[in-house]
């Protein structure tokens, strides 16, 4: 979908959005229209019982002597409720309302509220970045679609005194939108589309925005000694990948750089320890991890983030061939330690173990951030709300929580100690990869952990919040992009030079 900006005036065509705050206090564009339709939004809102309550809608058809085919009454609630939170949530619903309407443009009058008019260009473009965000959608295999399914809404303009300074703030939120939306695409595809090759392709093509890309094969990772990985990767004829991205936005700076790692099973089968066929299909984005970081290395990219950053995925597909790892298999990792696979199934650690090692040994990062869909436990524990965060520095997990909070990609944190990281200890090996059935997602944190020699570490769970399993203001069913907007939030907030 096309936005644009521009000055405060009637549109000509399409629909017209104007707001009425709580009270049904009408904003000054409403206040207009009612007059010169002789009262016809008020009895329409008294109708509908609508009294401005934040992101309540009511359509009206337009009244006579105008040009532009309906209004759309938008609640805006209490004035010290504004904020870009709110504005990216109205931006969604707007588009949500008049997606499918038969309209093909729309204009979205933004006012400032009475105390409020400094943050005009704020909300300005943060409801145009809502909007863009909800307007995304998955359809390229949809080839027997009715044009009456299809939605019709092609731009939307922003009206507000603040214009240019709203179209300048929304270049950067448009890349992280882009990020987002690539995000969304690689996990969106099916298994045969995306497998380690075609993902670290889609990687490649950020070299056109400044990222340094290298592609490891099987045989650069064995000579490191990633035999976790490849043990997880050795049923499949899809050969694995590693991915290590570089933006390098802070030439001159002296810090280490941030490090963001991703799960990326292509597709998980469980492996030998097979999985129940219902629900299988869902394991498709089961690289929902490599996903998010590819998609923020896009975003830091295009907004041209001043910070030095690493991303890296661990590429593979999980498959229960004649070769496929077995239950009771001992492989060694990159970092020497040995592991006793108990269950295949649990192979997102195994990938993260050799990913994470290597990140640390190679670039001395200031921190490391990993994400992976990686328990069904965390699913049982926060349901489809709330990534699961487990963390052995309090700081970072302070800064991500709260920049989660600001965007709406929540964390909830979760414990980690030395009573859940005894339930991996093995006779047979340096450890095991799965605990007891017990703390499920904690004892795969403490897996992970071990793999981070003592950098400050941070483990996002995000198997309960990669795929929306219903509309949100911003989010449309489906692969969500959750982390991108959240990660690049905590570089922005804190890490920027």
């Known amino acids: 979908m096309k936005i644009g900006f521009a000055k405060p005036e009637t549109p000509a065509k399409g629909a017209l959005v104007v707001g009425v705050m709580e009270d049904s206090k009408f904003g000054a564009a409403a206040a207009d229209l009612d007059i010169r339709s002789g009262g016809m939004l008020t009895r329409a809102m008294v109708a509908s019982r609508f009294t401005g309550?934040?992101?309540?809608?009511?359509?009206?058809?337009?009244?006579?002597?105008?040009?532009?085919?309906?209004?759309?009454?938008?609640?805006?609630?209490?004035?010290?409720?504004?904020?870009?939170?709110?504005?990216?949530?109205?931006?969604?619903?707007?588009?949500?309302?008049?997606?499918?309407?038969?309209?093909?443009?729309?204009?979205?009058?933004?006012?400032?509220?009475?105390?409020?008019?400094?943050?005009?260009?704020?909300?300005?473009?943060?409801?145009?970045?809502?909007?863009?965000?909800?307007?995304?959608?998955?359809?390229?295999y949809r080839?027997?679609?009715?044009?009456?399914?299809?939605p019709t809404l092609k731009k939307l303009t922003v009206l507000t005194d603040k214009a240019s300074t709203a179209k300048k703030l929304f270049g950067d939120l448009e890349a992280i939108a882009e990020g987002v939306f690539l995000t969304r695409d690689v996990v969106s595809e099916p298994g045969n589309i995306i497998y380690p090759e075609t993902l670290a392709d889609v990687a490649k093509g950020l070299t056109d925005l400044g990222v340094e890309v290298e592609v490891l094969g099987q045989k650069e990772m064995k000579k490191l000694g990633m035999g976790a990985l490849l043990g997880v990767a050795q049923g499949s004829v899809r050969e694995p990948k590693m991915v290590i991205m570089q933006w390098k936005g802070a030439p001159k700076s002296k810090e280490a750089p941030l490090a963001f790692i991703g799960k990326g099973v292509t597709f998980d089968t469980g492996g030998i320890s097979i999985k129940p066929a219902g629900g299988m299909e869902e394991m498709k984005w089961d690289m929902g991890g490599s996903g998010t970081v590819i998609g923020l290395m896009k975003a830091l990219a295009g907004r041209k983030a001043k910070a030095n950053v690493i991303g890296i995925v661990g590429l593979v597909e999980n498959m229960p061939d004649g070769?496929?790892?077995?239950?009771?298999?001992?492989?060694?990792?990159?970092?020497?330690q040995t592991i006793e696979v108990i269950n295949t199934d649990a192979e997102g650690r195994l990938v993260l173990a050799d990913c994470l090692w290597y990140c640390q040994d190679r670039f001395k990062p200031r921190f490391m951030v990993d994400l992976a869909t990686l328990t069904g436990a965390i699913i049982i524990s926060l349901g489809h709300e709330h990534?699961?965060?487990?963390a052995s520095d309090d700081g970072l997990a302070e800064q991500i929580a709260a920049c989660g909070k600001e965007i709406g990609e929540t964390v909830w944190r979760m414990p980690i100690g030395d009573s859940y990281d005894k339930e991996l200890n093995t006779d047979a090996a340096d450890m095991k990869n799965v605990g007891g059935r017990p703390g499920g997602s904690i004892t795969a944190a403490m897996f992970l952990k071990r793999f981070t020699n003592d950098v400050p570490w941070v483990h996002l769970d995000i198997a309960g919040v990669a795929w929306a399993y219903k509309d949100k203001p911003t989010v449309p069913k489906g692969a969500s992009g959750y982390g991108v907007r959240l990660l690049d939030r905590l570089v922005a907030v804190h890490y920027e030079a």
């Not at 949530?89 to 008049?98: D, H, I, Q, R, S």
């Not at 080839?143 to 299809?150: G, L, M, Q, W």
């Not at 990534?387 to 487990?390: L, V």
């Open 53 to 140: 309550k934040a992101h309540k809608t009511v359509v009206v058809l337009a009244p006579a002597g105008v040009e532009f085919s309906r209004v759309v009454l938008y609640g805006m609630g209490k004035p010290e409720d504004m904020g870009p939170g709110w504005a990216e949530e109205m931006g969604g619903n707007v588009y949500a309302a008049l997606a499918s309407s038969g309209e093909t443009e729309a204009a979205l009058w933004v006012e400032g509220a009475e105390g409020k008019a400094e943050e005009l260009a704020v909300i300005a473009a943060h409801a145009a970045y809502g909007a863009l965000l909800r307007s995304y959608r998955f359809d390229k």
């Open 143 to 150: 080839t027997k679609e009715k044009a009456e399914d299809k």
């Open 323 to 336: 070769n496929a790892q077995r239950p009771g298999d001992i492989v060694t990792s990159m970092s020497g």
């Open 387 to 390: 990534a699961g965060m487990f």
